[in-house]
């Protein structure tokens, strides 16, 4: 009887133990599992959900065999450096190569406008002169508008919507516009403390690949220092109107990496590369497969 329960015993160890070693097979090698850490890719996630990843591409042991390139509009975890320590999960919007620019909000590529995904957010002054009517407007949708920032003013109501809701409310009510803290008259009285970072505008920006070559000038000197310096080059600085690496001054620079221009869906209100710069392949951990 002995006998049988420690064979028993020993069989449900075997058993655990290879659970365990799967387990972290899977989780060395393949995929993993993050947390949401922030509101950034609202609505797409909502802060604490978590997310599947596969890195088997990318941070994996077997990612140094690999070719696979990032496809834009793929979501990824990833990091940036030591001075900025976590886990950051963003869209890819910007490969190797590509323009990127952004004009009130609105994101092109290569000078194409980019259809972007449902679950893209920003705000929006929702004008009236029946106020019933886009409460309504709004009431349909379902939102939870504390959740979207839901503010009435005098003339307009002030909200978040993602293109989903964009789409609802629209159609049932007489004007809407997109906010911009840079130009709208009425950012000193809406003033929410989170959109102090909102960018809806930025000039084209070539995103860099291995062995592309740039002039140096003041202009890119501002771009792409940051880059150098991080991920490429730490002695980069600039003094006055001459630029130095490796204590030399230099007038152009050929990047060792691949780049991406990764931005949150939370538009508005999202820190992204339109704050701390392009991302190099290298610092991808992997790529979203699944929520839940």
């Not at 990764?262 to 999202?270: E, L, P, V």
């Not at 339109?274 to 290298?282: A, E, F, N, T, V």
Request: charged share 20%; glycine share 6%; net charge positive.
């Amino acid at each position: 009887m002995k006998s049988r329960s420690r064979r028993i015993l020993q069989k449900t160890g075997y058993v655990l133990l290879a659970i365990v070693l799967i387990l972290f097979t899977l989780r060395f090698f393949f995929i993993d599992i993050y947390r949401i850490p922030s509101e950034s890719m609202m609505n797409k996630f909502m802060t604490d959900d978590y997310i599947l990843i596969n890195k088997t591409f990318y941070s994996g042991y077997f990612s140094r065999f690999s070719t696979a390139s990032p496809q834009q509009g793929d979501i990824f975890v990833f990091t940036i450096n030591k001075d900025i320590p976590g886990f950051f999960v963003k869209r890819c919007v910007g490969l190797p190569g590509a323009v990127v620019a952004v004009k009130n909000g609105a994101v092109s590529i290569n000078g194409q406008a980019v259809k972007e995904p449902l679950s893209v957010r920003h705000y929006y002054k929702i004008w009236y002169n029946d106020y019933q009517q886009v409460k309504a407007a709004i009431d349909r949708t379902g939102m939870d508008k504390l959740q979207n920032g839901y503010r009435r003013f005098s003339q307009y109501v002030f909200l978040a919507l993602d293109n989903q809701q964009l789409a609802q409310v629209k159609s049932s009510v007489d004007s809407i516009s997109l906010w911009n803290r840079k130009t709208d008259p009425d950012s000193s009285s809406i003033h929410p403390p989170e959109l102090s970072v909102n960018i809806l505008d930025m000039p084209a920006l070539k995103v860099p690949f291995k062995g592309m070559k740039i002039s140096l000038d003041q202009q890119y000197a501002g771009i792409y220092g940051n880059t150098i310096r991080m991920y490429e080059d730490s002695s980069f600085h600039v003094e006055g109107k001459d630029i130095f690496i490796a204590g030399k001054q230099v007038e152009g620079y050929t990047f060792q990496k691949d780049y991406f221009f990764m931005m949150g869906d939370n538009r508005d209100i999202a820190i992204d590369s339109r704050h701390y710069g392009l991302i190099p392949k290298d610092h991808l951990v992997g790529k979203f497969i699944q929520q839940f």
